[in-house]
C-alpha cells in the first residue's frame, strides 16, 4: 500500500486583518445610516415649510378687503422672520414650524394685485436647514422654500 503524499497548505496570519475591515466597513455604513437619517430629517422640514405656507396662505384668503372684524391683511408685502411678533401671519404658524431656527425662517406674504375679493396671495416660506452629516464643512446650509397662492375669498 502507497502512500499519497498530500501537500501542507500553508496559512498565513492576518492579525488585525479582520478587526480593519470591519472599520471601513463600518465607516461606510455609519456615514449610509446617518445619511439617510439627514435626508429624512430635511424631507420632513421641507414638509412642515410647505404645510406652513398653505396654512399661511389660508388665513390670508379670508381675511381680504370684506374682513375688517377678523383684521385686514395686506395689501403691502409683509417679509418678516419667524420669530417677530405681533405680526398675525406670523402669530398664526409660528408653532407649526417643529424644528425650524426661527430666527432663520423667512415669511413673506405679497398680494400681486391688491387685496380685493377674486385677486390672488402669495405666501412664500422659506427656513435655513444644516444637515448634521456635513460637520466636516463648515457653513454648509440648505434652504428649504415653499410657496403657496390662493385666491381671496371675503
Request: net charge positive.
Amino acid at each position: 500500500m502507497q502512500r499519497t503524499r498530500t501537500s501542507a497548505v500553508k496559512r498565513v496570519r492576518r492579525h488585525g486583518a479582520t478587526t480593519l475591515e470591519m472599520s471601513f466597513c463600518l465607516m461606510m455604513f455609519l456615514t449610509v445610516t446617518m445619511g439617510t437619517v439627514d435626508l429624512g430629517i430635511g424631507v420632513f422640514r421641507y414638509h412642515v415649510v410647505s404645510q406652513a405656507a398653505r396654512h399661511a396662505a389660508r388665513q390670508a384668503s379670508v381675511r381680504g378687503e370684506l374682513a375688517s372684524p377678523l383684521g385686514i391683511w395686506g395689501p403691502n408685502t409683509i417679509d418678516v422672520n419667524a420669530n417677530a411678533s405681533g405680526i398675525p401671519v406670523v402669530d398664526a404658524i409660528r408653532n407649526m414650524l417643529v424644528g425650524c431656527d426661527l430666527s432663520k425662517t423667512q415669511i413673506t406674504v405679497e398680494w400681486p394685485n391688491g387685496n380685493e375679493l377674486d385677486e390672488q396671495v402669495k405666501v412664500t416660506v422659506s427656513s435655513k436647514f444644516k444637515p448634521t452629516l456635513l460637520f466636516i464643512f463648515p457653513n454648509v446650509e440648505k434652504t428649504l422654500s415653499a410657496t403657496s397662492t390662493m385666491r381671496i375669498a371675503h
